[in-house]
């Protein structure tokens, strides 16, 4: 169980455009994901957490116009890098709870974004 | 700040031998959740273990064992008889207390372990 699907795994985009990656829990329900961002041997940082049906709560030196997050249901939280620049080339890995406030993260299969 | 230690940068060792990854670290809260997870180079994190700060019993899964010890603020795995497939690169995380309730995870900048036939 646990289970949570992140889309697309790769996606290349050219400079200027906005990409769309989505998180979904599929066997559970989660109030609250997080968006992590990672660079190519470096730890994971988190970007934003996510909360069902209200605004996210980003981290310091994170844009919010730039990552525009969406968590329009229990399910699903999406994560928009909009005009994407080759910095913003990483990979984007969103995480879930299942269950009560302490239970364990379980994470998507991540995003690797490549803006040309 | 919360803080999570992770020295070894990269380890490699041959097939069978048996290998131990330190984590450290550091917070200020009084209950707090540390956790172990695995990276593939396909990408995705595995998880591995959950260890709450109240419990420092040892755990032993198989050939992982994971070695709490609150009073030098670490928590060490060990890889009994390495085998190829463990090749990954492992997180140490500590958990962050979020405002709204629940945590977040601070992660340590990882491992890379690498075994050879």
């Known amino acids: 169980g646990a289970v949570v699907s992140q889309h697309p795994s790769r996606v290349i985009c050219k400079s200027g455009t906005s990409v769309k990656i989505e998180c979904r829990s599929l066997d559970f329900q989660a109030t609250t994901m997080f968006w992590y961002r990672q660079f190519p041997k470096k730890s994971l940082m988190l970007m934003a957490t996510?909360?069902?049906?209200?605004?996210?709560?980003?981290e310091q030196g994170v844009e919010k116009d730039k990552f525009l997050i969406n968590h329009a249901s229990l399910t699903l939280s999406t994560l928009t890098v909009t005009s994407a620049h080759p910095e913003d080339s990483s990979f984007y890995i969103c995480s879930a709870r299942a269950g009560t406030d302490y239970s364990p993260l379980h994470f998507g299969n991540g995003t690797r974004l490549t803006v040309t | 700040a919360q803080k999570v230690t992770q020295a070894q940068t990269e380890i490699s060792v041959v097939e069978k031998e048996d290998v131990t990854l330190d984590c450290v670290y550091e917070t200020r809260d009084t209950t707090y959740y540390l956790f172990w997870y695995k990276q593939p180079p396909s990408g995705e994190l595995v998880f591995l273990i959950r260890r709450n700060s109240f419990d420092e019993q040892n755990e032993i899964s198989g050939r992982y064992s994971w070695n709490f010890q609150k009073s030098t603020s670490s928590f060490n795995f060990t890889i009994t008889a390495s085998q190829v497939v463990d090749s990954a690169v492992y997180f140490c995380?500590?958990?962050?207390?979020?405002?709204?309730?629940?945590?977040?995870?601070?992660f340590g900048k990882g491992t890379s372990l690498l075994v050879t036939p």
């Open positions: 996510s909360n069902e049906g209200s605004k996210a709560t980003y």
């Open positions: 995380a500590l958990s962050e207390a979020l405002s709204n309730s629940g945590y977040a995870l601070n």
